[in-house]
């Protein structure tokens, strides 16, 4: 690594400099859905995972050594709706009325605010072309025969487009499903009729493809086993016309894979993905769950291979050179085995380690995010990240700035730049990460149960330090510890320090950040 340097000096010169500003980079933001940090061989020296039980994600790893990884990424919430309200909108979930869990039912309001910025609105603004393909989960508004917005699912008539959706929060483009896959729509003609109340199925732009204008009715398109490969067609459409148009554009590819039920294909674009998941070691799984796994895998490859192509805004150079590719996930894994969620305590919905340590890891070649090159090991960062953080950094790459919440400006109030971390330069400790969900995984909705963790390594003692408040804090802002544990020497969160007296001055320090971040009006972000 150590020859490359002056090469890395240069390519930083000219892609992130000058030139970087002049063509700014395409972006990718694929987000996995449940999958853990033992779900990836990326992660594999760090989970400890044995080649015998340890799921191989060939293209996940070709991506990870392209780049850097993070051993201390974390979606800002352990469930779907949350965590991708944040990715959205550079803010905590826990700010809005949604306080904890996700949206359910056949619709879900709108849980983003029309004036709101989101990544996608601030791309958008910046020049790009902005596609979304997958599962959106953060409500829908429908409309009745009438063409005016209806109240729910029982007044809307599906042949009219929609009200509200991801089109109408920056996406030039969209194409997928309103929420998980199963509660999407019904599974061909299973469950499928006039009164059906499962959801509309497939959606592009504004318009559902299904509806038969039979009552709810829908023509039996949306199977549960051939999403993957129509993902992989409308994003393979939205790259090809991006290109074409020479814009640079912004690729949300929000994968299904792998929420239950596991439903993988048999094959996306001639590669076998249904049986062909593999350990390590060459053993067939014989998982359909790590199959769907697989099927994320696949799909990641064939975004890698499209990018091979020229890249008409820098001629004499290929797309993938000025392409950042994130690989994230929603939440950690919804599997209790241990060779998904790693040596950490819990799983998805929890406010342990299990339930939000997430796999992130990215590429950029041009901008000086790894050295492009597979064949290299890759970088390791282990900076404090969450998914909220998105948004600060692609504005810091395109030194466009943020919503000035001095002046009353909405948008990216908990976002943080990781540019410096990504890039490998020096960086400061990150202020404080407030993730949130229950604090044990669980299915019970009472709101009592739900707590928020200030998590920090820059504590006036040294540790990776977490302090869990109870559920007064997301609803009144109120500031009631619970735990605490230094994650550094205890990362399955076994010893509450909570009333150790050398712990004291990291309570009060986390306490202080906690009432600085307090309220549906606060922000993380100076």
Known sequence: MKLLVPAVVVVLLLGAGRAGAEVPPNIIVFLADDMGMGDTSVYRDWTGNGAGVQLHTPQMERLARMGVRF???????????????????GRYCWRTRLKHWVLFGVQGDPLIERDRPTLASFLNAAGYRTGMVGKWHLGLQYRRSDGSPAEGWDDADLTQPLADGPVDHGFDFFFGISRSHPTSGPDGQKRNGPEQAIGPGWIRNREVLGATGNGKE?????????????????????????????????LYFASPANHLPHTPCDEIAGVKVRGASRFVNGAATGSTRL??????????????EILQGPDPRRPGHRLIENTLFIF???NGAESKAKTATGPLRSNKGSTYEG???????AAWPAGGIGDGESATSGRTCERLLGLNDVFATVADILGRPLPDLDAGEK????????????????????????????????????????????????APVRGQWKLFLDHRYAFAGEVHPLELYNLADDPREQVNRLDDPAAGPVVEFLVEQARAAAGDEGRTRN
């Open 71 to 89: 051993t201390d990424a974390h979606s800002p919430h352990s469930r779907c709706t949350t965590s991708r309200y944040a990715l959205m909108t």
């Open 218 to 250: 829908l023509d039996g398109s949306y199977v549960l086993n051939e999403i993957g490969p129509r993902l992989h067609e409308a994003a393979m459409s939205f790259l090809r016309e991006s290109v074409e148009s020479e814009q640079p554009f912004f």
């Open 291 to 304: 199959d769907f796994i697989h099927e994320n895998d696949v799909q990641v490859g064939l975004l890698l």
């Open 328 to 330: 994230a996930s929603d």
């Open 355 to 361: 339930g939000h340590r997430i796999p992130f890891f």
């Open 411 to 458: 948008g990216a109030e908990d976002s943080i730049s990781q540019l410096a971390a990504l890039r490998g330069e020096p960086f400061e400790p990150r202020p404080a990460l407030f993730p949130n969900d229950h604090r044990q995984a669980s299915r019970k909705l009472s709101d009592r149960r739900a707590v928020v963790a200030v998590r920090s390594n820059r």
